[in-house]
């Protein structure tokens, strides 16, 4: 089954030529580890998700570029295109002059309802170029205008029209410390929005990702090149191709599906994160050797300690003992920072992939009460190896990661809130008080569910 | 607070360009132009669609098509349909500072457009502030929107109310730059009296006036700014440049009015420009989206000190003959330009780091509409101090990073500010930092780390950044950066001003000049004063929230 991306402004179209240029190349990565004959079925699974075929063998990316403003989409697409090796469809991007002005309203009330059909219209054929359509992957950023608005409103208009299809969405949260001052209103606006139409938020926050350039990469001047790739990576690692089952050779078939089924068991709690190890420059990857068991270790301890990489963390951080009672269990688990989770899916590629041990993570410790461990944990393999990693692991898990930075970002955006700053320049288009007050109260919901865990 | 709304929200207005504009489907793209730094930048042209303005539905794309792209599929060599064009801008100068700052835009502008576009190819970078216009064509037809550059005109239009500047212009060696038809002058001048450049011309002009701008205007496929110069203490450039704010106002509503406004200095030798200041800051609080401040002895300081870093014959310290900053010869010590000059280089450079990012690439792009967006809290608010690093360049070419953490430093130096400033030591409402050159993300987020614990931000904004990164840097540079504040350092100037107008104004010096004109009063007078208080009080009231604690408010409470 097919995915088609949807790219919305400058960070969605940046970020999905990369994520567009990893899975190829990753595709076409010569170590492979595994026989020639699973190596391209590997490929094929990956084209059939993510390129539809070209009459001179160049494979174009299923996708639909969209921005307000010309510049950015003129150099995705002659960036793919002088690549040589895949491309975007000639008639796959939608662009207007104007860009949205770091405006959610503009975004959502001006643009979005303005080019309604010719966006969809976009989408649609893209669509229809599926045999079979597993669903939408839209990349955008939370913090300007034209993918946080914008994307909001077409999410919003994908629900409706494609009822049957499922949608992630890829949000990208801005810095703390500011690349647009209006984000945080941005941001919950948003949020709010897409947790009522979207099916998942799988969030990268740019924070996370510019450290882990800076110690695990060692790039010295970090370049927002740099930490598209690293999230490009991270998200390959998440959707190129694992085998169906324990012990098949086949490959999954509905990605998106089996994604939302393993980890959003309750609308209520959609924010979902991924965590990839190991991560390193070409350099030191040379000199590395793993073992299942030290990535897995590494892993586990990140995902209950929320930490976003494998260096600094904290391993004094245990999961509390089981048999208390849950209130207990809370107020144990705030005291120690412990990241509980609801669902997690683990997905290991790579060399001797069956042979590891997964024991840590079946730990009901680790969990919330209501789901049972066998369906609160998923696994997925395959042993092609992942880029040039010769043993790679990713955790895509369900949990209390975002509550601090949520929490931080609302409670931002209601002390502006309350000196009403730069609410005239919403009101202008359409977004009154009020709708700052339902997200407001929308999103303190989220962030009490998710601390209740 | 003051609040005013601009109108009711509701359905979405048009920006410029009727309800009809099109969809524009892209192609593939097909120039390269080489930088000055051998980076490709890239244009678009688009292909595959055959939509032309004025049709409402995209047809199928044809090969073949008459004037269309060659080669559609692949990479097309040949430019066919016009390009999906960025948004475009008109400069309106007014007045003789207000001809003269523009006069040494547009030269700056040429010069960094022909250093960064050097195959001659009239390109969207270029059509931001130029039209390409065949000059055999008699008559309003001619322009060319695409291939070749044939002649570049401004997208300007020049209003004086004597003829010398703008004649001195047209003389000059950027005569070809402006469309004759563009100009509106007049004989007397306004004898320094806003009345008579705001009423007497305002009236006898209006018809002119709208026309030019309509026309402007027209040859806009997107207009999103209207750029405005001119001085507060005159007559024209106060009078007619604030009555035409109006005009834009109403004929243009979507259009964002962006004034470059110079105020008087103190010693300033206009006696009324008191006055003439005040009439016209009423005018600027209520249709200007955005102001920004400059005054000349700020300017003069700044040049002082350039002079007094060359004079000084440091080791290795020249200007990069190359530079703009300076100097519109490109000559770098001799000043046998007028002596005004080097002053309006430095505001003509402000304006050209202000659009960069719209016009050029980048991996953060801001457009025009983002400055009022992220740095006019209130709608009263929207004074914004501006400072430019670096002011010259060292002749060494390979600066180390420090160097750049320089250049931060210095955007926050009160020595830096175009106007009579302390940003430091005052409170900020928000900052923008437009950062030009090979800068990366992480560069800039260290130094605002390291510049943030010394500066002071109002407390609903303590993160109230907003950057951008535009990869083309200006021309004998290798990168600058341009901070735009929002800050309450503005106050000073606005307070002198008014105690300069009370001194006049109780012993009704002069006034007599104003009230013979038909429609002054002493209200007008009193009611600008009073604008001029009110807003005082705003940035009073701000000030008194700088040494309280910041403290998180209550948040609602959600019943689990």
Redesign the interface.
Known sequence: MSIVTLQLG?CGN?IGFEVFDALFSDSHCPQRLCSKRENEAYQASCKERFFSEEENGVPIARAV?VDM???????T??KA?QSGRWKYG??????????S???WAYGY??HG???EE?ILN?IQKEAEKCDSLSGFFIIMSMAG?TGSGLGAFVTQNLQDQYSSSLKMNQIIWP????????QNYNSILTLSHLYRSSDALLVHENDAV?KIC?KLMNIK?????D?NQVLAHQLGSVFQPTYSAEGSFHYRRNPLGDLMENLVPHPEFKMLGVRNIPQMSENSLAYSTFTWAGLLKHLRQMLISNAKMEEGIDWQVRPPLSGLPTLGKTSLNKELHFNTSIANLLILRGKDVHSADLGGFKDPALYTSWLAPDNAFNVWKTQRAFSKYEKSAALVSNSQFLVKPLDVI???A???F?????I??Y??????EEDFLDS??LL??VV??YR?L | MLTKQRGPGGPAPSRYGNEETPVHVHGFLTEKLSLNLDKSVTTSATCGSSVTYGTSAPSESAVGEPGGCEGRRGLPRSLGWPPCSMTQSVVVQVGQCGNQIGCCFWDLALREHAAVNQKGIYDEAISSFFRNVDTRVVGDGGSISKGKICSLKARAVLIDMEEGVVNEILQGPLRDVFDTKQLITDISGSGNNWAVGHRVFGNLYQEQILEKLRKSAEHCDCLQCFFIIHSMGGGTGSGLGTFLLKVLEDEFPEVYRLVTSVYPSGEDDVITSPYNSILAMKELNEHADCVLPIDNQSLFDIISKIDLMVNSGKLGTTIKPKSLVTSSAGASKKRQEKPFDAMNNIVANLLLNLTSSARFEGSLNMDLNEISMNLVPFPQLHYLVSSLTPLYTLADVNIPPRRLDQMFSDAFSKHHQLIQADPKHNLYLACALMVRGNVQISDLRRNIERLKPSLQFVSWNQEGWKTSLCSVPPVGHSYSLLALANNTCVKPTFVELRERFMRLYKKKAHLHHYLQIEGMEESCFTEAVSSLSALIQEYNQLDATKSMPVEDLPRLSIAV
């Open positions: 400058q940046q570029l403003e010309p510049k950015v989409i003129n150099q697409l002659l295109a000639q008639h796959s991007g939608f662009c207007q002059k104007q860009g002005g770091n405006n009330s001006v309802p303005r080019h010719p976009l205008g810095y703390g410390t500011g690349e647009v001052i209006v510019h800076a001047h970090i370049s927002f090149s930490i609302v409670g931002k209601w002390n502006m309350a000196s009403k700053a730069y005239h320049q009101t202008k288009f359409g977004i009154e407001f109260t303190e919901q009490a569910s209740n």
